[in-house]
């Protein structure tokens, strides 16, 4: 028999389980209607709430559910690692613990993979309804910088909703990289991915974990993690100075023999100073945060550490 494998990151989810949780049963019941076993892993992710308790709960009634539960918070993408790499089924489903990843769509998403069309089923919203006009546009220019500077494709308001054959899993899985930008992840991976879109759904109860700033340093870190675009940026910055720089040498040589008494232009001078110590301090700053990268790559750390877990 077939085996679908859910896997919910749940971080401070106390208010959203209950109603996921039924949500989920439901579409499990049509599955297993169908002859196809469900599973589900919740990873509990350093939650400060209720959400580990109630997790056992179902764990206790439910042989469907297991659990992993975090040490401390280590973020989303932590929790999808440490969901699949437990996950038995021939088929792994990534789906957030709020609702805004509709269950009833799983359904369709298992028969285009089931019929080998396709590796993997994602989905993108294809509006932002409900989400501050702010935010929007960060985010839309997040992913047209993105596409621009990195070789893969980063597709615009895609989740992180996706069902995914074996093969795909394990070429996840063999992403060992601590930094892990899953977004990029999925595009480097490769495979056959069909897209379904549906409008935005607001979460069902409780508050998004992303503020304005988690959100920044993500995609500043998504940037670093999948394009060395910047590093060519600074290259040529320094490049193009000292162009511009021996012009204006060669200017300033050839005006003192002719004409003599070049010595002024003093605020010019400071102007300059300043301005080529900036663009010197802005490309130190993407060298380090390249170096930092590597820096904790190199230390190899687990990328999240159990605390207990029902496996
Ligand atoms: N999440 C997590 N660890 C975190 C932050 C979020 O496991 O540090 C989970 C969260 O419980 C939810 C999913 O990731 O199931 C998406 O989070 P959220 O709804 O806050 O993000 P948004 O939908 O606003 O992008
Ligand atoms: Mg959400």
Redesign the pocket.
């Known amino acids: 028999m077939e085996l679908v494998s859910i896997i919910?990151?749940?971080?401070?989810?106390q208010e959203?389980l209950p109603l996921f949780y039924k949500e989920i049963k439901d579409v499990a019941n049509v599955f297993v209607e169908n002859k196809i076993n469900m599973e589900m892993i919740f990873?509990d992710?350093?939650s400060r709430d209720d959400t580990l308790k109630i997790i056992k709960e179902y764990a206790g009634k439910d042989d469907s559910v297991r659990y992993i539960s975090f040490s401390r918070?280590?973020?989303?993408e932590a929790?999808i690692y440490a969901g699949m790499e437990a996950a038995k089924g021939n088929y792994v489903v990534l789906?957030?613990?709020?609702l805004?990843d509709p269950p009833a769509l799983l359904l369709e998403m298992y028969q285009f993979v089931r019929d080998d069309k396709y590796d993997s089923v994602a989905t993108r919203r294809v509006t932002r309804k409900g989400e501050p006009a702010i935010r929007s546009f960060f985010a839309r220019l997040f992913y047209k910088i993105m596409n621009k500077m990195s070789e893969i494709d980063i597709v615009d308001g895609a989740?992180?909703y996706r069902l995914m054959n074996r093969k795909m899993a394990d070429a996840i899985l063999a992403m060992k990289e601590y930094n892990r930008f899953t977004k990029g992840i999925f595009g480097w991976v490769g495979f056959r991915t069909k897209w379904l879109e549906y409008e935005n759904k607001k979460?069902a109860a409780?508050?998004?974990?992303?503020s304005f700033w988690k959100l920044l340093k993500y995609s500043l870190d998504g940037i670093v993690g999948f394009s060395t675009t910047p590093l060519m940026f600074a290259s040529w910055l320094g490049m193009a100075a000292c162009i511009i720089s021996f012009i204006v040498i060669c200017f300033v040589v050839i005006r003192q023999m002719l004409f003599g008494g070049s010595a002024f232009g003093w605020p010019s001078m400071v102007c300059i100073f300043v301005f080529f110590s900036g663009i010197q301090l802005l490309c130190m700053g993407i060298l380090g945060q390249y170096l930092s990268k590597t820096y904790l790559e190199t230390k190899r750390r687990p990328i999240y550490i159990i605390n207990e877990k029902n496996l």
């Open positions: 919910v990151p749940s971080y401070n989810e959203t990873v992710d350093g918070n280590f973020g989303k929790a789906m957030d613990a709020d805004q989740r992180d979460r409780g508050e998004t974990k992303w």
